[in-house]
Protein backbone atom coordinates (compact mmCIF):
# COMPACT_ATOMS: atom_id res chain seq x y z
CA UNK A 1 0.00 0.00 0.00
CA UNK A 2 1.03 3.20 -0.85
CA UNK A 3 0.97 5.30 2.32
CA UNK A 4 2.14 9.28 0.74
CA UNK A 5 5.10 9.76 3.28
CA UNK A 6 7.39 10.13 0.91
CA UNK A 7 9.06 13.34 1.62
CA UNK A 8 7.15 14.26 4.80
CA UNK A 9 9.06 14.89 8.08
CA UNK A 10 8.12 13.11 11.34
CA UNK A 11 9.02 14.36 15.01
CA UNK A 12 9.37 11.31 16.57
CA UNK A 13 10.06 11.62 20.21
CA UNK A 14 11.81 8.99 22.15
CA UNK A 15 12.75 7.08 19.75
CA UNK A 16 15.90 5.55 20.38
CA UNK A 17 14.66 2.61 21.65
CA UNK A 18 11.38 0.77 22.49
CA UNK A 19 8.43 1.71 20.20
CA UNK A 20 9.72 4.83 19.82
CA UNK A 21 12.29 3.33 17.44
CA UNK A 22 10.05 1.29 15.80
CA UNK A 23 7.96 3.53 14.29
CA UNK A 24 10.94 5.36 13.56
CA UNK A 25 12.07 2.52 11.68
CA UNK A 26 8.54 2.29 9.92
CA UNK A 27 7.83 6.07 8.73
CA UNK A 28 11.97 6.17 7.28
CA UNK A 29 11.12 2.87 5.46
CA UNK A 30 7.87 4.50 3.75
CA UNK A 31 10.59 7.74 3.07
CA UNK A 32 9.53 10.15 5.32
CA UNK A 33 12.75 12.39 6.91
CA UNK A 34 12.89 12.04 10.43
CA UNK A 35 14.02 14.79 13.59
CA UNK A 36 14.30 12.14 16.12
CA UNK A 37 14.92 13.09 19.94
CA UNK A 38 15.83 11.20 23.38
CA UNK A 39 17.94 11.85 26.66
CA UNK A 40 20.77 9.42 25.89
CA UNK A 41 23.51 11.04 23.12
CA UNK A 42 25.27 7.79 22.25
CA UNK A 43 22.23 5.87 21.72
CA UNK A 44 20.31 8.25 19.84
CA UNK A 45 23.34 8.86 17.93
CA UNK A 46 23.29 5.35 17.34
CA UNK A 47 19.77 4.79 15.99
CA UNK A 48 20.24 8.01 13.70
CA UNK A 49 23.05 6.44 11.94
CA UNK A 50 21.68 2.86 12.02
CA UNK A 51 18.07 4.32 10.21
CA UNK A 52 20.20 6.77 7.23
CA UNK A 53 22.41 3.89 6.65
CA UNK A 54 18.88 1.46 6.15
CA UNK A 55 16.55 3.56 4.44
CA UNK A 56 18.47 6.45 3.10
CA UNK A 57 16.08 9.20 4.39
CA UNK A 58 17.87 12.22 6.33
CA UNK A 59 17.84 11.66 9.94
CA UNK A 60 18.63 14.54 12.23
CA UNK A 61 18.95 13.98 15.99
CA UNK A 62 18.42 16.09 18.84
CA UNK A 63 19.29 15.20 22.62
CA UNK A 64 16.51 16.38 24.32
CA UNK A 65 14.67 15.95 27.42
CA UNK A 66 10.92 16.49 27.09
CA UNK A 67 9.85 17.64 30.65
CA UNK A 68 12.40 20.72 29.68
CA UNK A 69 10.86 23.66 27.92
CA UNK A 70 13.85 25.13 26.51
CA UNK A 71 15.02 21.49 24.86
CA UNK A 72 11.98 21.39 23.32
CA UNK A 73 12.36 25.07 21.95
CA UNK A 74 16.00 23.61 20.95
CA UNK A 75 14.27 20.85 19.01
CA UNK A 76 11.89 22.77 17.61
CA UNK A 77 15.07 25.78 16.10
CA UNK A 78 16.69 22.49 14.49
CA UNK A 79 13.25 21.49 12.82
CA UNK A 80 13.24 25.00 11.34
CA UNK A 81 16.36 24.81 10.34
CA UNK A 82 17.28 21.39 8.93
CA UNK A 83 13.50 20.84 7.62
CA UNK A 84 11.46 23.96 7.79
CA UNK A 85 8.22 21.87 8.60
CA UNK A 86 6.96 19.27 10.90
CA UNK A 87 4.34 16.82 8.95
CA UNK A 88 4.27 14.57 11.36
CA UNK A 89 4.62 14.28 15.37
CA UNK A 90 4.49 11.20 16.95
CA UNK A 91 4.40 11.87 20.53
CA UNK A 92 6.28 9.21 23.30
CA UNK A 93 7.26 9.29 26.43
CA UNK A 94 8.39 6.48 29.06
CA UNK A 95 6.25 5.13 31.12
CA UNK A 96 5.98 6.54 35.15
CA UNK A 97 7.25 4.01 37.76
CA UNK A 98 4.72 1.00 39.34
CA UNK A 99 3.40 1.26 42.03
CA UNK A 100 0.05 1.58 44.49
CA UNK A 101 -1.53 5.07 45.21
CA UNK A 102 -0.07 5.62 48.70
CA UNK A 103 3.77 4.63 47.24
CA UNK A 104 3.37 7.66 45.26
CA UNK A 105 4.69 11.01 46.46
CA UNK A 106 3.22 14.12 45.32
CA UNK A 107 6.28 14.29 43.38
CA UNK A 108 6.27 11.81 42.12
CA UNK A 109 2.59 12.69 40.40
CA UNK A 110 3.97 15.54 39.54
CA UNK A 111 6.75 14.62 37.32
CA UNK A 112 4.71 12.24 35.88
CA UNK A 113 2.32 14.61 34.80
CA UNK A 114 5.32 16.64 33.63
CA UNK A 115 6.91 13.32 31.43
CA UNK A 116 3.63 11.96 30.04
CA UNK A 117 0.92 15.07 29.79
CA UNK A 118 3.31 18.47 29.70
CA UNK A 119 5.34 16.92 26.83
CA UNK A 120 2.48 15.70 24.90
CA UNK A 121 0.93 20.03 25.56
CA UNK A 122 4.47 21.51 24.81
CA UNK A 123 5.33 19.47 21.54
CA UNK A 124 1.59 20.23 20.37
CA UNK A 125 1.66 23.15 20.71
CA UNK A 126 5.27 23.71 18.68
CA UNK A 127 4.04 22.22 15.97
CA UNK A 128 0.49 22.96 15.22
CA UNK A 129 1.61 26.62 13.34
CA UNK A 130 3.26 24.98 10.69
CA UNK A 131 0.78 22.35 10.65
CA UNK A 132 -2.03 24.68 10.54
CA UNK A 133 -0.04 26.94 7.64
CA UNK A 134 0.19 24.09 5.62
CA UNK A 135 -3.32 22.95 6.09
CA UNK A 136 -2.02 18.80 6.87
CA UNK A 137 -0.83 17.42 10.01
CA UNK A 138 -0.50 14.25 11.55
CA UNK A 139 -0.29 14.11 15.12
CA UNK A 140 -0.08 10.53 17.28
CA UNK A 141 0.31 9.95 21.04
CA UNK A 142 1.35 6.73 22.28
CA UNK A 143 -0.57 5.76 24.90
CA UNK A 144 -1.43 2.62 26.64
CA UNK A 145 -3.98 -0.31 26.60
CA UNK A 146 -5.03 1.35 30.29
CA UNK A 147 -6.80 4.08 29.15
CA UNK A 148 -9.73 1.82 28.15
CA UNK A 149 -8.48 -0.92 30.74
CA UNK A 150 -6.47 -0.06 33.84
CA UNK A 151 -3.45 -2.10 34.69
CA UNK A 152 -3.26 -3.18 38.12
CA UNK A 153 0.02 -1.32 39.98
CA UNK A 154 -0.02 1.14 37.37
CA UNK A 155 -1.86 3.63 38.87
CA UNK A 156 -0.04 6.84 37.45
CA UNK A 157 -0.41 5.78 33.79
CA UNK A 158 -3.39 4.73 34.34
CA UNK A 159 -4.19 8.57 35.37
CA UNK A 160 -2.03 10.39 33.13
CA UNK A 161 -2.66 8.68 29.88
CA UNK A 162 -6.17 8.92 30.61
CA UNK A 163 -5.11 12.68 30.95
CA UNK A 164 -3.37 12.79 27.19
CA UNK A 165 -6.66 10.89 25.85
CA UNK A 166 -9.26 13.42 26.88
CA UNK A 167 -6.63 16.44 25.22
CA UNK A 168 -6.38 14.66 22.25
CA UNK A 169 -9.90 13.76 21.92
CA UNK A 170 -11.02 17.87 22.16
CA UNK A 171 -7.99 18.87 19.97
CA UNK A 172 -9.25 16.67 17.18
CA UNK A 173 -12.26 18.37 17.24
CA UNK A 174 -10.76 21.58 16.82
CA UNK A 175 -8.15 21.04 14.32
CA UNK A 176 -10.03 18.93 11.75
CA UNK A 177 -11.03 21.94 9.74
CA UNK A 178 -7.01 22.65 9.28
CA UNK A 179 -6.15 19.07 7.76
CA UNK A 180 -4.76 18.03 10.69
CA UNK A 181 -5.82 14.82 12.43
CA UNK A 182 -4.93 13.34 15.79
CA UNK A 183 -5.06 10.29 17.26
CA UNK A 184 -3.72 7.80 19.98
CA UNK A 185 -2.53 4.31 19.56
CA UNK A 186 -2.53 2.02 22.76
CA UNK A 187 -0.05 -0.76 23.20
CA UNK A 188 -0.87 -4.16 24.95
CA UNK A 189 2.05 -6.08 26.80
CA UNK A 190 4.98 -5.31 23.87
CA UNK A 191 8.40 -6.54 23.70
CA UNK A 192 10.02 -3.29 25.23
CA UNK A 193 12.75 -3.00 27.99
CA UNK A 194 9.78 -1.21 29.43
CA UNK A 195 7.93 -4.56 29.68
CA UNK A 196 11.29 -6.05 31.21
CA UNK A 197 11.51 -3.66 33.80
CA UNK A 198 7.35 -4.23 34.62
CA UNK A 199 8.42 -7.98 34.58
CA UNK A 200 11.76 -7.59 37.01
CA UNK A 201 9.31 -5.33 39.90
CA UNK A 202 6.32 -7.78 39.81
CA UNK A 203 9.10 -10.76 39.98
CA UNK A 204 10.25 -9.12 43.22
CA UNK A 205 7.02 -7.72 44.82
CA UNK A 206 5.24 -10.68 43.89
CA UNK A 207 7.89 -13.32 44.64
CA UNK A 208 7.57 -15.12 41.23
CA UNK A 209 9.88 -15.36 38.67
CA UNK A 210 10.23 -12.72 35.52
CA UNK A 211 9.08 -15.73 33.39
CA UNK A 212 5.82 -16.45 35.32
CA UNK A 213 5.17 -12.34 34.91
CA UNK A 214 5.78 -12.55 31.24
CA UNK A 215 3.57 -15.95 31.42
CA UNK A 216 0.80 -13.94 32.65
CA UNK A 217 0.58 -11.67 30.60
CA UNK A 218 0.49 -14.42 27.48
CA UNK A 219 -2.40 -15.81 29.08
CA UNK A 220 -4.13 -12.29 29.17
CA UNK A 221 -3.95 -12.17 25.29
CA UNK A 222 -6.82 -14.27 22.95
CA UNK A 223 -3.27 -14.42 20.64
CA UNK A 224 -1.33 -16.23 23.39
CA UNK A 225 1.89 -13.89 22.92
CA UNK A 226 3.58 -10.81 23.41
CA UNK A 227 3.55 -7.92 20.95
CA UNK A 228 6.48 -7.31 18.79
CA UNK A 229 7.27 -3.35 18.46
CA UNK A 230 6.65 -3.48 14.48
CA UNK A 231 3.48 -4.35 14.53
CA UNK A 232 2.41 -1.61 16.70
CA UNK A 233 4.71 0.60 14.56
CA UNK A 234 2.64 -0.49 11.19
CA UNK A 235 -0.52 1.28 12.78
CA UNK A 236 1.17 4.53 13.46
CA UNK A 237 2.32 4.65 9.56
CA UNK A 238 -0.82 4.45 8.23
CA UNK A 239 -2.57 7.03 10.92
CA UNK A 240 0.59 8.90 9.75
CA UNK A 241 -0.72 8.23 5.83
CA UNK A 242 -2.51 10.30 3.42
CA UNK A 243 -5.09 7.19 3.69
CA UNK A 244 -5.50 7.90 7.03
CA UNK A 245 -6.92 11.39 6.60
CA UNK A 246 -10.57 10.89 7.95
CA UNK A 247 -9.77 8.90 10.42
CA UNK A 248 -9.29 11.51 13.83
CA UNK A 249 -10.05 11.59 17.22
CA UNK A 250 -9.67 7.90 17.64
CA UNK A 251 -7.36 5.62 20.53
CA UNK A 252 -6.66 2.19 18.61
CA UNK A 253 -5.24 -0.72 20.74
CA UNK A 254 -2.59 -2.83 18.97
CA UNK A 255 -3.08 -5.47 21.97
CA UNK A 256 -3.77 -9.23 20.81
CA UNK A 257 -7.57 -8.69 22.00
CA UNK A 258 -6.21 -7.66 25.54
CA UNK A 259 -9.06 -5.25 26.15
CA UNK A 260 -12.21 -6.95 26.79
CA UNK A 261 -14.68 -3.67 26.00
CA UNK A 262 -17.01 -2.95 23.20
CA UNK A 263 -16.21 0.44 22.88
Not at 163 to 177: I, R, W, Y
Not at 183 to 207: K, W, Y
Request: proline share 5%; with cysteine; aromatic share 4%.
Amino acid sequence: MELGLEGKTALVAASSRGLGRAVADELAREGANLLICARTVAQLEEAGQEIHDATGVEVVAVPADLTDPADIDRLMKTARSDFKKIDILVTNTGGPPPGPFESHSVKAWSTAVEQNLNSVLNLTRAVLPGMKENVWGRIINITSVAVKQPIDGLILSNAVRAAVTGFAKTLANEVASDGITVNNVMPGFTRTERLDGLAANISETQGITVEEAFARWEGQSPMGRIGEPKEFAALVAFLASERASYITGTSIPVDGGFIQSLL
